[in-house]
């Protein structure tokens, strides 16, 4: 199979810390995430989202979205719950993660990356999207080891993904000690990788 | 069950609306999308997002996320496929919906309804994007009568939630004519119900 990929993504870690689990193999071919001209041509027939990781299988299938990509993967292995309601509480934390935490977390971590230093106002929206967003994992891991099924899932490999590097948006850590804890539940699981391998 | 709800969020809606199709009966709770004060209180245990749709089960487990709720819903009906990649595909579609797709299109509808005027800057933003979404479908739609599985699924149910209201917040679908194609063939589903009901 051949991932396109970006090595500072988060979104595309989730997908390489997943494939490392599970022993796949696959080719990365690295796409910048800061020059995005030519992507229609080389993603448009295979997401569409034009967005990294696009995967695409040895028969020429593709699929797009980080996360729908683990969830495919991760069906019948110990990274997602057979329970039906677990399942949902794992896809409830993904989409979370794509809607009120990686918009504001990841994107404050792009601007950085990328040297960008946007209105005042935007950098603010950003800060209070995404402290709202840590403050609601503070809350739930406050009381749970993982964040869905009581065990290791890829919906802690998805908020891990920004959360780990969000100091690098600006975003420090020192008052969130259950969202510390969980960092380190999570870095010490068997086989896991850094987002810069 | 419990449906915190809002009538006029169409992530409120394609909960409605799968549960108008499956027959499941429950019982309805308006929240305001406009005065969000009170949220932490009254979701903050139950949706990490504070968002509606936020459904409480008799037995007082909850789930949050529309589109994580669609999909538990659906498993076993004619509305998700069994096929492992097409569940895939639907999921790829759900999430391009939320960030590709909702953050221009819904955000620039909610704008008009609650009488936001955004900084010019931020209503060319969501203009682009929101187009850039439409497109992405349109060239699909060309090939395809439905997005996921070739039939009717609830990735149909969550991309048709805001782009059937999409002039609303100011986006034209005159050259778009594959989309309009799928918006009539989703409206003429057996119990398809309006986003008013």
Chains 1, 2 share one sequence.
């Not at 709202?132 to 891990?160: K, P, Q, S, V």
């Not at 590097?165 to 068997?190: H, M, T």
């Amino acid at each position: 199979m051949l991932l396109y990929d970006s090595q500072v993504s988060g979104n595309c870690w989730k997908v390489r810390q997943l494939f490392a689990h599970l022993g796949i193999e696959y080719e990365r071919r690295e796409l910048s995430v800061i020059d995005r001209s030519g992507r229609r041509e080389l993603l448009g027939e295979l997401n569409p989202g034009l967005r990294v990781p696009t995967l695409v299988f040895d028969d020429g299938r593709s699929l797009g979205e980080s996360n729908a990509i683990t969830f495919y993967f991760a069906e019948g292995t110990p990274y997602l719950p057979d329970d039906r309601f677990e399942r949902a509480q794992v896809l409830q934390w993904q989409f979370f993660e794509q809607y009120s935490h990686e918009p504001y977390i990841a994107v404050a971590r792009f601007w950085a990356i990328a040297g960008i230093t946007p209105p005042e106002a935007e950098r603010e929206a950003k800060l209070r999207g995404g402290t709202a967003a840590l403050r609601a994992m503070e809350a739930h891991l406050g009381d749970h080891e993982f964040l869905a099924g009581e065990r290791y899932t890829i919906a802690d490999i998805a908020l891990y993904a920004y959360t780990h590097v969000a100091p690098e948006g600006g975003f420090e850590l020192e008052s969130y000690p259950a969202i510390r804890g969980w960092l380190d539940r999570v870095a010490s699981q068997p086989g896991h990788i850094q987002i810069t391998d």
